[in-house]
T-cell receptor, first 114, second 115 residues
Framework: AQTVTQSQPEMSVQEAETVTLSCTYD???????LFWYKQPPSRQMILVIR??????QNATENRFSVNFQKAAKSFSLKISDSQLGDTAMYFC???????????FGAGTRLTVKP | DGGITQSPKYLFRKEGQNVTLSCEQNLNHDAMYWYRQDPGQGLRLIYYSQIVNDFQKGDIAEGYSVSREKKESFPLTVTSAQKNPTAFYLC??????????????FGSGTRLTVV
C-alpha cells in the first residue's frame, strides 16, 4: 500500500514571506498523481495544485508551486507571498494512475502571522 | 451549480445505535468515496465505489457499511460495531480513470459525535 508522510505537523510564516511544506511518499508505481489540498477552518477541502508523475516540469498555480523529485519520492509545496487566507491545514495526497482511491498524509497546520 | 451535498452537518448518536450519513452528488461522477478525519491522522479511506451496485473496502472499513443503489447517492452507515465513531466524515466524488486526473470534489463534511 502507498504511504504518504508529512513530517511537519505545524508551521508558521510571516505574511508576505515564503514557506515550504514537505511531503514524501512510498510507492513502487511509475505512473501516478500527486496533489496538495488545503482545508481552512471551514473544513472544506480545496485542491491547491496537482502533479502528474510522468511530467518532469514542476506544477505552478499562481503563488503555489511544487518541487517534485521523483527519484527521491518527494513532493514539497512552496507558498510565495503568504497571505492571511493561506492559514489552513494542508494535505499531501497520492493516487495511482490506474486506480482512483487517494491516500493522504497526516497534514501540516500552517499559520500565517500578520 | 454542480456539487456534493453531505447531510446532516452535525450528528449525535447514542452508544449502540446505528446512524446513516447522507452523500449526494449531481456532477455525474462515476466514483464516490468516504473518508474519516481524526486529529493528527489525516484522511483515512473507509469505502469507495466506482459503479452502481459495487463498492470496495478501504483501509478502515470495520464497523461501517455502504450502499450504491443510485449513481448520485452513496450513504454511509456507522454501525454499533464501530468502536470509536466520533470523527469528521468527508464524502468525495470523481470521474472514473480519466487520463488527466483532477482529483476529487469534496462535500462539506459531517461531524459525528457519540454521546
Amino acid at each position: 500500500a502507498q504511504t504518504v508522510t508529512q513530517s511537519q505537523p505545524e508551521m508558521s510564516v510571516q505574511e508576505a514571506e515564503t514557506v515550504t511544506l514537505s511531503c514524501t511518499y512510498d510507492t513502487s508505481e511509475n505512473n501516478y498523481y500527486l496533489f496538495w489540498y488545503k482545508q481552512p477552518p471551514s473544513r472544506q477541502m480545496i485542491l491547491v495544485i496537482r502533479q502528474e508523475a510522468y511530467k518532469q516540469q514542476n506544477a505552478t498555480e499562481n503563488r503555489f508551486s511544487v518541487n517534485f523529485q521523483k527519484a527521491a519520492k518527494s513532493f514539497s509545496l512552496k507558498i510565495s507571498d503568504s497571505q492571511l487566507g493561506d492559514t489552513a491545514m494542508y494535505f499531501c495526497a497520492f493516487m495511482r494512475y490506474n486506480n482512483n482511491d487517494m491516500r493522504f498524509g497526516a497534514g501540516t497546520r500552517l499559520t500565517v502571522k500578520p | 451549480d454542480g456539487g456534493i451535498t453531505q447531510s446532516p452537518k452535525y450528528l449525535f448518536r447514542k452508544e449502540g445505535q446505528n446512524v446513516t450519513l447522507s452523500c449526494e452528488q449531481n456532477l455525474n461522477h462515476d466514483a464516490m468515496y468516504w473518508y474519516r478525519q481524526d486529529p493528527g491522522q489525516g484522511l483515512r479511506l473507509i469505502y469507495y465505489s466506482q459503479i452502481v451496485n459495487d463498492f470496495q473496502k478501504g483501509d478502515i472499513a470495520e464497523g461501517y457499511s455502504v450502499s450504491r443503489e443510485k449513481k448520485e447517492s452513496f450513504p454511509l452507515t456507522v454501525t454499533s460495531a464501530q468502536k470509536n465513531p466520533t470523527a469528521f466524515y468527508l464524502c468525495a466524488s470523481s470521474p472514473l480513470r480519466t487520463r488527466s486526473n483532477y482529483g476529487y470534489t469534496f462535500g462539506s463534511g459531517t461531524r459525528l459525535t457519540v454521546v
